[in-house]
């Protein structure tokens, strides 16, 4: 038996080891926990986001063993790691866009130096580009605190759905 979870592939083993029989006597199930116990939760978190193959199989263990909060952690830990991941490609992407389009201005900015020709007219053109740019940043940053808030949202109907299971497992049992 693990006296801790120390890579990915101690962390399916354990899965495993549970989804197929092993830790259905209590004092197994006990051994267990106190492997989970004995990791250290960023450990887990990590170990948990590289297991792409065997999430749902872990998922399923760490719900058997540890319970719903021990899932509920991991589940924020991969949804924080996606939500994450969508941000920083966003911002990228931004980022390029702006100094490509950096570049373009600056480009412009260098032919009106060379050629006072549409002075005015010029400067305006490079007014509305700025206005555009910055009107797009602030739909962007928009954009990202409408997905912060849906996800603040969605993490509090993760919560209800939490506590409607709690009182249909509570029910079951009574019924039981």
């Known amino acids: 038996m693990l006296k ?8 399916v083993k354990w899965a495993t080891d549970i989804n197929n029989g092993v830790g259905t006597l ?27 193959g065997k999430r749902n199989l872990i998922t ?27 941000i920083d490609t966003e911002l ?6 702006y100094d490509k389009r950096s570049g373009e201005l600056r480009e412009k900015e260098t032919a009106f130096a060379e050629c006072r020709k549409g002075y005015w007219k010029r400067i305006a053109t490079m007014q509305r ?7 797009k940043a602030g739909y962007r940053e928009r954009e990202l605190k409408e997905c912060r808030e849906r ?3 969605l993490i509090g109907y993760a919560h209800q759905a939490q506590d409607k299971a709690e009182q249909l497992d509570k029910l079951k049992a009574i019924l039981t």
């Open 26 to 52: 209590e004092k197994t199930r006990c051994d267990y926990q106190d492997t989970w116990a004995h990791s250290t939760k960023e450990d887990l978190e990590r170990f948990y986001l590289e297991a792409n």
């Open 4 to 11: 801790r979870i120390e890579s990915v592939e101690d962390m």
């Open 92 to 97: 990228q992407e931004m980022n390029e866009t």
């Open 151 to 153: 996800n603040k949202v």
């Open 60 to 86: 399923c263990s760490v719900n058997n063993v540890m319970g719903y909060d021990a899932v509920e952690a991991l589940l924020l830990c991969w949804a924080t790691s996606k939500a994450n991941k969508i």
């Open 129 to 135: 580009t700025i206005d555009n740019q910055n009107a």
